[in-house]
C-alpha cells in the first residue's frame, strides 16, 4: 500500500507523531523488564566481541552521527570500553587505524549512504568486525554487516530524520546495557532501573508532544532570527547539534550546536538581544553547570528558549521560553529532550513557507561520495 500522511500535513509533522509507536516497536520483544532481560537476536552471538573490544569506532554521517555521539557517551558510562565516533567520509579518506580487537558499529537510516558504506568496506578488509544498526532491512550496510540490531522505525519519508533517530538511540543503548551488564561495569540495581526507564520512553515521548501547540506559537515568535544557538552538555550535547541541524535543514535559518560550557570560547561573541539560544537543559548531573551557561547569555541580552524538566523553577525563572518534558534519568533523556527540537523546526520551516519534507539540495539517502 502506499504510504500516507495520515491526515498529518506533511510526512515530517506524522513521523514526529509516530514516535511513541516506533520506539515501542524497537523495544518490543527485546526489552523485557520483569526479567531483567535484553534479547536481541542480531547481536546475541557477537556480544563478546563488543565486551572484549579495546575501542569501539563509530561511523556515521548526518543526524546518524549524532544518534552515535550519544551512544559515545552511553558506551563509555555502562561498559567502559573508549569509544571514538567518527564521520564516515573523513574516516575513509585518512588511512585509518584498525586494530584487531576494534569493533565498529555503523549507524544509518537507509543503509545506503556511500560514505558510510565504503568506509566500512575499507574497515572490514582490514579485519574489523562490524555491527549495523540499520532502519533499512536488507540495505547495502545491513548487507556488509557481520551482525547488527535493525531500527523497526518503519520507511521514513521526511529527508530531515526523525524516527529512525530515537529508534537509533533506543538500539544502541539496548546494546550498551546488555553488553555492560554481561562484563559487569554497571551494577544491576541501575541496569534494572534504566530498563524501567527505557519501557517509560514512550509514554514520555507521547507526553512531549502535547507540546505541540506551544512551539507552533514559540515558532511564529522566534521565526525571524537570522541565526540560532543550541548549546547542551554531556548526554545532551549532541541533541543541542541535532536541534541546530534539524533547524538549519528545515528552515534554512542558520543554526549552530555547541557544547554549552564551550561557547565561551567563540559563540558568545554573537550574543546579543537578536539572537536566540535554545538550552537542552533537562535535570541530570550537569544542571548546576548548565544554569550558569544560562546566566552568561542572560547577561547578554539574548534570548533564552530552554527544554527543561518539571519542576524545575531555577531554570523557568530565567528563560524567555521553556519547552517542558517529564523527568527521565539522563541516560534516555535524549530521546525525549530531542523531541520539542524537532517540533520547532518543523513549525518554524512552516511558518517560513519551506517544503519541510523536501528541502532543498538536501537528499533522503546520499548515494554520491
Ligand atoms: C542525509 C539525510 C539525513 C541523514 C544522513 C545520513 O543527509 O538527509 O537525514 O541523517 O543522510 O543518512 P543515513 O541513511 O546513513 O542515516
Redesign the pocket.
Known amino acids: 500500500a502506499a504510504i500516507e500522511k495520515d491526515g498529518y500535513d506533511h510526512f515530517m509533522l506524522k513521523e514526529i507523531f509516530e514516535q511513541p509507536h516506533t520506539i515501542f516497536d524497537c523495544l518490543r520483544g527485546r526489552l523485557d523488564v520483569n526479567a531483567g532481560t535484553i534479547t536481541m537476536a542480531g547481536v546475541q552471538n557477537h556480544i563478546d566481541q563488543i565486551k572484549n573490544a579495546n575501542r569501539i569506532l563509530i561511523i556515521?554521517?548526518?543526524?546518524?552521527w549524532h544518534a552515535g555521539l550519544v551512544a559515545e557517551y552511553v558506551f563509555e558510562e555502562l561498559c567502559r570500553i573508549p569509544v571514538e565516533v567518527e564521520y564516515a567520509s573523513e574516516f575513509r579518506y585518512r588511512n585509518p587505524i584498525v586494530n584487531k580487537g576494534d569493533v565498529i558499529i555503523a549507524i544509518?537510516?537507509?543503509g545506503e549512504?556511500a560514505d558510510?558504506l565504503v568506509a566500512l568496506e575499507s574497515a572490514k578488509e582490514k579485519g574489523a568486525t562490524i555491527f549495523g544498526v540499520v532502519n533499512v532491512v536488507g540495505s547495502s550496510i545491513a548487507r556488509i554487516s557481520h551482525a547488527g540490531a535493525y531500527t523497526h522505525a518503519g520507511p521514513e519519508i521526511g529527508?530531515?530524520?526523525t524516527k529512525a533517530f530515537t529508534a537509533q538511540l533506543a538500539v544502541l543503548t539496548m546494546i550498551a546495557l546488555k553488553v555492560g551488564h554481561e562484563k559487569g561495569t554497571i551494577d544491576e540495581t541501575r541496569y534494572r532501573k534504566l530498563l524501567k526507564e527505557l519501557e517509560e520512553v514512550p509514554e514520555k515521548v507521547s507526553a512531549a508532544l502535547k507540546l505541540n501547540d506551544h512551539i507552533k506559537a514559540l515558532a511564529e515568535k522566534y521565526k525571524d532570527a537570522r541565526d540560532f544557538l543550541f548549546l547542551g552538555r554531556g548526554y545532551n550535547f549532541p541533541i543541542a547539534l541535532e536541534g541546530a541541524l534539524k533547524l538549519k535543514e528545515i528552515s534554512y535559518i542558520h543554526a549552530e550546536g555547541y557544547p554549552a560550557a564551550e561557547m565561551k570560547h567563540g559563540p558568545i561573541a554573537l550574543v546579543d538581544e537578536t539572537l536566540p539560544v535554545v538550552f537542552v537543559a533537562t535535570k541530570d548531573s550537569y544542571h548546576e553547570k548548565i544554569v550558569s551557561n544560562i546566566q552568561e547569555i542572560k547577561a547578554r541580552k539574548g534570548k533564552v528558549l530552554a527544554v527543561i524538566s518539571e519542576n524545575d523553577e531555577i531554570i523557568e525563572k530565567m528563560a524567555d521560553d521553556v519547552m517542558i518534558v517529564p523527568f527521565a534519568d539522563e541516560l534516555v533523556a535524549p530521546l525525549i529532550s530531542v523531541i520539542p527540537l524537532q517540533l520547532l523546526a518543523y513549525y518554524i520551516g512552516i511558518a517560513k513557507g519551506c517544503d519541510v519534507d523536501k528541502p532543498r539540495n538536501?537528499?533522503?539517502?546520499?548515494t554520491v561520495e
Not at 60 to 64: D, F, L
Not at 362 to 366: D, I, M, Q
Request: hydrophobic share 35%; charged share 5%; net charge positive.
Open positions: 556515521a554521517c548526518g543526524t546518524s544509518s537510516q537507509s549512504t558510510t529527508v530531515a530524520s538536501l537528499a533522503k539517502s546520499v
